[in-house]
């Protein structure tokens, strides 16, 4: 729970810095204006992104093969590390960097700084007060079925269906 509210603090005070109170969060438009540049290219692994910094440049790279969704989230995950890890990890090059890579292991759920990143986008992309806004006025107009709601709000929220169904579950708007 600890990490949950550190992530979704930040999260929320990024938010309100750039005025967004509605969904979808214009997640690569907050980043450039953060001074963050964001570069696709194709990547052959199973890496979706990193972020790097050198100095005073950031920049987030993103894997162009995966779905415009996926890149989203992978924003708003790089975007996380940027707020919670300031230090990131080494990789030496010519000259040191540091670097953080959105690959099979931020899905594992076992690496701390990767779960506070995975917290952040989920709470950056669908924050708690606008989820909560959203599901009350899908039930008010009707909406009884679990999947139902799920893709309606995914749609509005610009995100995939099994994100916006994880978020439901942390929110308790769903059990588990």
């Not at 001074?35 to 894997?63: M, Y």
Request: proline fraction near 3%.
């Amino acid at each position: 729970m600890a990490i949950r509210r550190v992530s979704d603090r930040s999260a929320l005070e990024l938010l309100k810095q750039h005025g967004i109170v509605k969904p979808p969060v214009p997640v690569e438009d907050l980043a450039r204006s953060e001074g963050i540049q964001v570069v696709r290219t194709q990547a052959s692994g199973t890496e979706s992104g990193f972020i790097l910094r050198d100095g005073k440049r950031i920049v987030i790279g993103i894997n162009s093969r995966n779905s415009r969704k996926r890149q989203r989230f992978t924003i708003a995950h790089e975007l996380g590390h940027w707020r919670l890890h300031h230090d990131g990890r080494p990789l030496i090059v010519d000259h040191t960097i540091r670097i953080n890579k959105r690959d099979e292991v931020s899905s594992a759920a076992t690496d701390h700084e990767e779960i506070q990143a995975n917290a952040f986008a989920a709470a950056l992309l669908m924050p708690e007060e606008m989820v909560q806004a959203a599901v009350e006025r899908e039930v008010s107009l009707g909406i009884d079925s679990r999947d139902d709601l799920v893709q309606s709000l995914a749609e509005e929220f610009d995100v995939g269906g099994e994100a916006m169904g994880f978020r439901l579950i942390n929110l308790g708007v769903f059990s588990s």
